[in-house]
Structure formats: structure tokens, C-alpha cells
T-cell receptor, first 116, second 110 residues
Framework: GAVVSQHPSWVICKSGTSVKIECRSL??????MFWYRQFPKQSLMLMAT?????????EQGVEKDKFLINHASLTLSTLTVTSAHPEDSSFYIC????????????FGPGTRLTVL | DAKTTQPTSMDCAEGRAANLPCNHS???????VYWYRQIHSQGPQYIIH???NNETNEMASLIITEDRKSSTLILPHATLRDTAVYYC???????????FGTGTRLTIIP
């Protein structure tokens, strides 16, 4: 099946700093990528949807200036958490879908962010 | 997209069949039933999906009732590695946004 990777797998940062998370589709062209956030013992919540070469569409309540998404190529999307605070500590998961993949989404392994 | 209802948790003995139910009574004619699972601290994994016919693949079987208001995911011979949270999601083909509910926490008992 199609493979999606994320980097880093975990990161610890100080409050006020920015953190970039990468999501890559390794063996297919991802026309659409999705970013989710998951707090402990809760379900995944969709943050935003991005299509290659265009601006991301954010879900209600997600600050687009705080969570910057760039989908510059068909294999890479990045999520930057700007001026991170402890309440941004969470598990961030990306997924990707592409042409010829029967509308399936393939998920990355996730990135655990801890803000001190 | 239609809302789904799943039991919060289930146990199943190792080696037995695990049957996970899902209610989606408001499903419309062009909506598919998708199943994903999430093992602890990992990203979700696609299992299977269907429209109205029963489906089977190497991981599981999906049984959809004739009125499509409910479905059952069957793991034929559960192993300890099948312990995970299982999500049933109803979605329009062409609408790629997945809405995850609370899912069913399946625990396989040795």
C-alpha cells in the first residue's frame, strides 16, 4: 500500500518557539493532504486540508496564522506550529490521498509535540 | 456525512472472531462505510470499505445490512496485535474529509 512518513516522530520545544513537521508521500503523488490533531484519550480532529499548490482550507476554530501549512509539491506538506505553547502539545497526524488510490487516505505515523 | 454509533469498548479472546458493530441509520444512498483502526500512538490504518455489498480482504470482512443502516466488521482470527481503537466512518465518495468519532476500543485477551 501507499506509504506516508512524518518527521520528526517526536519533538520537545520551549514555549514561544516554532516547530515544523513534515509529511511526505513516499511512493505516490499526494494531490490532497490532511492534518489532524489528537489529544490524549480523544479522537482525531481534522485541522486543515491542503491541495498541492493552493492555500490550505482550515476547519472552524483552527487558527491559520498559528498553524501554517505549506503543500509545495505532490509529495511534501509541512505544518508549522508558530509560537508554540503548552496547550499545543498533542499528537499531530497527516494523511494523504492521490489519484488512482480509490479515494483512500493513507496516514503517517504521527508526530508527538511536547511544549514545555 | 452520516453520523455513526459504536460501542465504547469490547473484549475478544485471542484466536476467536472479533465482531465490531456500527450503526449508521441516517446513511444516504451515495455514502460509503469505511473502517480504520488506530494502534496506540500510531497513525490510523485503513482496513476496508463498502457501499452495499459485503466485502472481504486480507485483513477483515465487512457485512452491511440490506437497509444499510448498520454494519459489522469481522476480524476472523483475532491476535494480540489487533488490540486497537476501531473507527467506523461514513463518507461520500468524492468528499475526502474523514470525521472520526470515538470508535470502539477492542482488547484482545490472551
Amino acid at each position: 500500500g501507499a506509504v506516508v512518513s512524518q518527521h520528526p516522530s517526536w519533538v520537545i520545544c520551549k514555549s514561544g518557539t516554532s516547530v515544523k513537521i513534515e509529511c511526505r508521500s513516499l511512493d505516490f503523488q499526494a494531490t490532497t493532504m490532511f492534518w489532524y490533531r489528537q489529544f490524549p484519550k480523544q479522537s482525531l480532529m481534522l485541522m486543515a486540508t491542503s491541495n498541492e499548490g493552493s492555500k490550505a482550507t482550515y476547519e472552524q476554530g483552527v487558527e491559520k496564522d498559528k498553524f501554517l501549512i505549506n503543500h509545495a509539491s505532490l509529495t511534501l506538506s509541512t505544518l508549522t506550529v508558530t509560537s508554540a505553547h503548552p496547550e499545543d502539545s498533542s499528537f499531530y497526524i497527516c494523511s494523504a490521498s492521490g489519484r488512482g488510490l480509490r479515494n483512500e487516505q493513507f496516514f503517517g505515523p504521527g508526530t508527538r509535540l511536547t511544549v514545555l | 456525512d452520516a453520523k455513526t454509533t459504536q460501542p465504547t469498548s469490547m473484549d475478544c479472546a485471542e484466536g476467536r472472531a472479533a465482531n465490531l458493530p456500527c450503526n449508521h441509520s441516517t446513511i444516504s444512498g451515495n455514502e460509503y462505510v469505511y473502517w480504520y483502526r488506530q494502534i496506540h500512538s500510531q497513525g490510523p490504518q485503513y482496513i476496508i470499505h463498502g457501499l452495499k455489498n459485503n466485502e472481504t480482504n486480507e485483513m477483515a470482512s465487512l457485512i452491511i445490512t440490506e437497509d444499510r443502516k448498520s454494519s459489522t466488521l469481522i476480524l476472523p482470527h483475532a491476535t494480540l496485535r489487533d488490540t486497537a481503537v476501531y473507527y467506523c466512518i461514513v463518507i461520500n465518495f468524492g468528499n475526502e474529509k474523514l470525521t472520526f468519532g470515538t470508535g470502539t476500543r477492542l482488547t484482545i485477551i490472551p
